[in-house]
């Protein structure tokens, strides 16, 4: 008893400063401002679209968010057998291919080329994957814990219900790739407002915007499986206020089959992102990008040439079901339309089932 | 009738004849068994640490039959007594004075015709010279004091205690008088009687023990006298003054308060010498290395001060004997001088408690010295209200022991064995899991009294595991595990030819082991599947060979060379890798197979060590030194601070030796009769073959690891200012270091550089490094004392530039280690209060109230950023960042610890 009183008055206070007393605090450093350096952001896929490839600069990091665009560069992509394709545009530094011309083809090797102010630029070789993947997609009803900020500066802890989305995937090959997902999630909404004369029905839809940790959402690497398989890889969740949803909750998806070179380059995008200076975090790095200028070595170039199978495909999980459906996905979803609070939407659109609505 | 009677009486006569005969035989074969006064003396001495006092004519012609040996002390003294029809007074029962029954204490004094005999005298004129091999204890403690000073005046000759407080010296027969010096005490002169080779102990006390003349202190003078320069030294009771954190005295993180030392901040394994890597200091405890230093990743080390009789630190000079690495050698060795009884150690503190145990056995020639600490964080973690802190767990322990065993005179066995563990779980799902363990067996011996050899058998080996286990996926669950093996033999000798040469040479067999790491299922349900990263085997052996010369009285020289000699072997393979690319997995073009013992890649070197040492005059001295190592294993490390995964990597044919060339000169001076101790040294060091990693390196479970590595060279000089009062109530230390330190990587392809090959600061480049270290002693029972500690902040790498990226706002960050964190100070304070001093007192308790970052400096560890505003996959929405500075301890940290001794 006596012991337990010592503990009480005096080591469990002082063992609680010391876990207290680490923390952080802001760090406001001189920073040198450097010269803007090329930025490029370029993606081809196996898909017959219209590919671009946006070249801008970087800018201080103290400086404005307004990137300054690299217009009147030449651009051409070359595969592997000879064949070359020239990207047009180039205002506000957006680069397009034709895409009747020239669509990708999975298990060639693809180059960009870039000319800009006399400097020569180039990426490494991209091979473009074969898809040879399938995936499933599941809910899970769960919980979480979220922490939150308070209006007095502390933090509180609560717990909410989440419909969480999962996906296996499954390679006919003896291993399998990284993949990286775009997911939109989208709930179907239906409220009828009744008054004593009239009964009003509107469709509406709204997105569910997901927590930092989703920013990339590239399968994990951890380590190989004994099968070429990857289970219960999280794509998101839907937030449950009030329970399941009496109506369907649809997962947009983009999956792209990533080869070794932009499955590590957006691996290390997503460390960078999620890095939160924890002590065993290993020590800041450059981003390995996959451009290099011919002419002038020594000049640093950011960014990533992509070469990606890609699979766009939605799937509707109905209420109280986890197991999901594909879904063809007409029409967008016209988010701008979707519902507020106060039910101003156009006649045009009351009591009426719009196109893009999905059973 | 038969004449019985006559038989009989023959019988009887010839038994008492042969009776007799036996007697006076066994008498006269005995004879040669009763020893002189003296030889008793020594033999006393020797074996019970206890000087005597005593008129020799007293005990002039006594002779005492030689089964007395076997005796114990009390008995022996009785007879003593009875001798000379004396008394016995025992004082600190470490010195026993024989007094006439009309005598006083207060009479007895050493006059004219008092002197230590050394030797035989019944032998005296036999010999022309003699050699003391001589013992200076602490007279209050009996623990042995390491650097105190010996000096002839009539030969001029000098001598320092090493770190068992052992010192020889060879003169001419005759009558000497011997000033013993040592710090803290005061000054004394002891009259010798040299007779030939003899062993003799003094004893220095820090108070006085008023027997008139018999008062042996001393002060130090070792750092003017001594070869070897750059060398840090601690002895029992400099160990004990040294700063306490956390509520005890912890050797590393007070090691590096001294000049030219640095730790790496609150948190974190190892320290830095002269602008080296920590992996760049080889840390042995007795003769064996531990590979990772630190408790709570760093927070405490691994040695229990309780049990250590004495460390030396050699930052440059080292002689030829060390080697295996290029900053410094951090020699630590455990054991007492307790013969009397058990002596029971220990400390109770808020995170840990520790307990050492020393019991002399066996007439006193064997000991045991147990030590053991344990930390009690999880009942305190499970009193938590928090779930994940309720369900988590942190704790270690060390536990060590040593035996001593004098089998005779010239032959001594240590046993030695060591075990620490660290564990960590976070809430049941990630653990950490650390350890090492430690052993060593080692037997002295005395080939005459001119050379002594020491063979060391030792093992160390370091384990690593962490896991990753999720119920509710326990498809992906994972352990991971590597492990550090060292083996060695080793044999030293010392060898002492002529006066003015001592000669060390020996030879150095070590054997690696490492398993960087393996992955393996957590348990039947999990299907990760395994990854073996291949086991790396070497072998490393040495010859070496060292020469202290006294040149002159004031010119001393020690030059050495060493040859080393190192082999990677297998089984293993090597990759071959596409020489028109930069090295990546992508690139191997064939792979070599080798088979168990087959040499895959060998090097080999010479490491001369030359140091020299000129007195000016008794007060001051210059020292030069150069010394070559070459450092066959280095730890891979790409955060911030050394971390238990931390992988260690042996040379093989794309990591080169690293090679460490170091020139020093220093100025050394002592002032008011060595009370304050000042010295300035200067130093340069150039490296190469350092390994760096390249941006973005994966350094664990790594099968192609040479592919993230970069070969780097570098420089460092510097020059630190010391100076340390050693007397009087205020004692302490105030250093000032200045020194730089610099690498650039040399490979021409592009993805191998950083900052384009030019040169860039090391993570140890901290310019100005500011250290003031006080105790003063209130009274006889209070003491208190600070540390202050001003260091340049951390080269950092801070992003500089931002672009867009898939929506993403990206990070282009600055050349490495271009910037700086802000300034690190800290003041930690102490007071310490003495239950009692009684000296006949069985427990003796002190209570330890120290206050760590006393003005809650918030010191910045690190720099990160975070973004403020979530990103979202959806629309490319900018984000903003926000500056960060992580700081550890950044209030003022209280804590009591209660220390005991039975």
Known sequence: ???????????????????????????????????????????????????????????????????????????????????????????????????????????????????????????????????????????????????????????????????????????????????????????????????PTTSTTTYCCSIVSQDDSRAVNITDEAYQLKVPEINHHIVGSFVLHDGPSPYLQIVSLSRYLLNNESYRYYKEIKTQLTAEGKLFDPITSQLSGNITCKSDPSRCVLGFFEASAVTNCGYALKPNYTQARKVKLGAPFPLSECITIDFNLPASLQNKIPEWWIY | MPDHSKNLRKLIFISIFFTGFIQISAQSLNNPSFIPFDTLVNFFERQYRVKLYFKPEWFKNKRFHSSVEQLGQAEIIGIMQNACNCSAVTIDSSLVVFVLSQHTIDTIHRGSDDYEIIGDLAEYGKYSRGTIKGTILDGKTGEPLIGAGVYVAKTNTRAVTDQKGHFNITLPVGDYEVKLSYIGYEDNTAKIKLCGNGFATFEIVEKSIKLNEVIIVADRNNNLQNTQMSLIQLDRRSIRELPVTLGETDIVKSISLLPGIQNTGEFGTGFNVRGGNADQNLILIQNVPVFNPSHVFGLESVINPDGVMGVSLMKAGIPAKYGERASSIMDIQMGTNNTDQVMIKGGLGLINSRLSIDIPFLKNKVNLLMGGRSSYSDWLLHRMPDVNLKNSTANFYDFNFLMNIIVNANNKLNIFGYNSNDKFGLNKTTTYDYGNTLGSLAWNHNFGDKLASNLVLGISKYNFSTSEFNAFQSSTSYKIRSSTLYNSLKWNLHWSPFEKHIVDFGINGIYYSIKPGDLYPFNEESLVESINVQQQRAYESAAYFGDNIRITPRFNAELGIRYTFYAQVGPGNRFVYDNNYSKSPATVTDTLFFKRSEVMKEYSGLEPRVSLRYSLNDSSSLKLSYTRHQQYINLISNTSVMVPSDVWQISNSFIKPLVCSQFALGYYHNFNKNAIEASVEIYYKKLINIVEYKNGAQVLLNKHLETDLTNAEGYSYGMELYVKKNLGKLTGWLSYTYSRSKRRTTSLEISEQINSNQYFSSAFDKPHNLVMVTNYHISRRWRCGGTFNYITGRPVTLPESQYLYKGFELINYSDRNKYRLPAYHRLDVYVTLEESLWKKKKWKTSWTLSIINLYGRKNAYSVFYQQTKPASSFNAQFQQYGFYELYIIGNPLPTLTFNFTF
Do not use: W
């Open chain 1, 1 to 195: 008893m006596i012991m337990g009183k010592i503990v009480r008055l005096f080591i469990v206070p002082v063992i609680i400063s010391m876990m207290v007393s680490s923390c952080f605090r802001s760090y406001d450093p001189e920073i040198e401002k450097t010269q803007a350096l090329l930025v490029v952001d370029g993606l081809i896929t196996d898909q017959s679209a219209t590919y671009h490839v946006s070249l801008h600069y970087s800018n201080s990091f103290t400086g404005t968010k307004e990137y300054k665009a690299a217009e009147s560069a030449k651009i051409t992509i070359a595969d592997n057998i000879g064949n070359v394709y020239a990207l047009a545009g180039g205002s506000n530094g957006l680069y397009y291919t034709d895409s009747t011309k020239f669509t990708g083809v999975p298990g060639r090797s693809y180059t960009l080329h870039i000319l800009l102010s006399g400097q020569q630029y180039e990426s490494a070789p991209q091979l473009l994957p074969v898809s040879e993947t399938t995936d499933t997609i599941y809910g899970e009803y769960t919980t979480r814990e979220v922490l939150m900020a308070d209006a007095y500066g502390g933090y509180f802890t609560f717990t909410e219900n989440v419909l969480q989305i999962c996906m296996n995937f499954k390679s006919q090959n003896d291993s399998i790739q990284g993949i990286r997902l775009t997911p939109t999630f989208v709930n179907e909404d239906l409220y009828v407002v009744n008054t």
